[in-house]
């Protein structure tokens, strides 16, 4: 079955780097668009940065622009999120998801159908 597993979490400091991955299995990778999408505490979920089934396009919140870099290994079925320059409001649950149709990019939560379990950020001095 599809199965999507986050790391790379951890404490960083304000102006800091942290870069996430996201390991995915039961799918073939390769055909499906990918995105990144985060809940900070007490609030609603958040969609930060989507990718293409082949690395071709990109999209980024613009909260995140100029500063975080959304990237895929297609050959080794991983996604990635590089994050510099992290500010302390991006403090959150960082989240992998799948998008439901094959070649397909979407800035929509509702059109991926496949979550990880999460991998926490927290950006704090």
């Known amino acids: 079955q599809v199965q999507l597993v986050e790391s790379g979490g951890g404490l960083a400091q304000p102006g800091g780097s942290l870069r996430l991955s996201c390991i995915a299995s039961?799918?073939?990778?390769?055909?499906?668009?990918m995105s990144w999408t985060r809940q900070a505490p007490g609030k609603g979920l958040e969609w930060v940065s989507a990718?293409?089934?082949?690395?071709?396009?990109?999209y980024y919140a613009d909260f995140v622009k100029g500063r975080f870099t959304i990237s895929r290994d297609n050959a080794n079925n991983t996604l990635y999120l590089q994050m510099n320059s992290l500010k302390p409001e991006d403090t959150a649950m960082y989240y992998c998801?799948?998008?439901?149709?094959?070649?397909?990019?979407?800035?929509?939560?509702?059109?991926?159908?496949?979550w990880g379990q999460g991998t926490q950020v927290t950006v704090s001095s």
């Open positions: 998801a799948k998008v439901a149709k094959p070649h397909h990019i979407s800035t929509h939560r509702s059109e991926y159908d496949y």
């Open positions: 039961g799918f073939t990778f390769s055909n499906y668009g």
């Open positions: 990718i293409y089934s082949d690395g071709s396009d990109t």
